[in-house]
């Protein structure tokens, strides 16, 4: 029989922010590699969830993490227009992927 999915959190950018400002951030090794091939900082990355926008479209549920992931789109100030893929564990936020949003590819 298949576990009931957890419900979703509340106001996933109230609590990510907040994840930020109280040091609880963590990074997956895919984020990691992704963010060095792709030319963008943690900074950058913290930038576009404090100032982003949610997806909600972009909601998934990970099987395998048994947890929700949610997409956070925004600019940095010099220009870059990234997607977050962000999740919640009990250390507190995750950074799952960091992409970059090419306009018009």
Known sequence: MKAKKPEKAGDVLKIARACIEGGTVGFTGHALDRLKERGISVGDTYEVIKTGHRV??????SEEHQGWNYAIEGKTYKGKNLRIIIGFDDAGLLIITVIRLVKGV
Do not use: I
């Open 56 to 61: 909600l479209s972009r909601d998934r549920y």
